[in-house]
């Protein structure tokens, strides 16, 4: 069974840097393209950032570009998202995914979420 | 690619038939993919390559492209399908989602 679990959310200031985590288990993560999908409360699905399986492909939404970097640790089986300079509209519920590969939009399977609030 | 959705709710009862669309801005082919979100969860993928019903999901759920608009039917609704539906473009970065579709029970 695949298994996606995030960690890294928190509560900070604006201006600060997060790093989120996703463990996945249950698949050959090094051979699984990967992304990350945000949703800021109560409101709809954002797509982030894609990373291919080999990690040397990085793709990003034009609100997260030069703020946000996509990694991944294949021998950890690990997916990253590295955040800076972060604002208010940033506070979401990101979501690691694991995608098909024949397309990142095609997101087979999905994390429980890991909170991010940006505050003062 | 701007993706537009519509309705942004509707109410129905259990076994109506529910249908929701998506308009591309541009030709995205058939790259498109429909997710299903209920309260608390995180979202489900339904349908890939407009019409390609993903393992281990109720046939009632179908896809349809015709042109630039995608069609996301319900054939017969039943209680575990009220929540929200997405579509997604998957034809070319960044990936854009539409605003969403709030089925809620009449």
């Known amino acids: 069974e695949v298994q996606l679990l995030e960690s890294g959310g928190d509560l900070v200031q604006p201006g600060g840097s997060l790093r989120l985590s996703c463990a996945g288990s249950g698949f050959m993560f090094s051979s699984s393209d990967m992304g990350w999908v945000r949703q800021a409360p109560g409101k709809g699905l954002e797509w982030v950032s894609g990373?291919?399986?080999?990690?040397?492909?990085?793709y990003y939404a034009d609100s997260v570009k030069g703020r946000f970097t996509i990694s991944r640790d294949n021998s950890k089986n690990t997916l990253y998202l590295q955040i800076n300079g972060l604002r208010a509209d940033d506070t979401a519920v990101y979501y690691c995914?694991?995608?098909?590969?024949?397309?990142?939009?095609?997101?087979?399977?999905w994390g429980q979420g890991t909170l991010v609030t940006v505050s003062s | 690619i701007q993706m537009t959705q519509s309705p942004s709710s509707l109410s129905a009862s259990v076994g109506e038939r529910v249908t929701i669309t998506c308009r591309a801005s541009?030709?995205?082919?058939?790259?498109l993919a429909w997710y299903q979100q209920k309260p608390g969860q995180a979202p489900n993928l339904l349908i890939f390559g407009a019409s390609n019903l993903q393992t281990g999901v109720p046939s009632r759920f179908s896809g349809t492209a015709s042109g630039t608009d995608f069609t996301l039917t319900i054939s017969s609704l039943h209680p575990e399908d009220f929540a929200t539906y997405y579509c997604l473009q998957a034809h070319s970065f960044p990936l854009t989602f539409g605003g969403g579709t709030k089925v809620e029970i009449k």
């Open positions: 995914v694991k995608t098909s590969r024949d397309s990142y939009g095609y997101m087979q399977s």
């Open positions: 541009q030709d995205i082919s058939y790259s």
């Open positions: 990373v291919s399986a080999g990690g040397g492909a990085k």
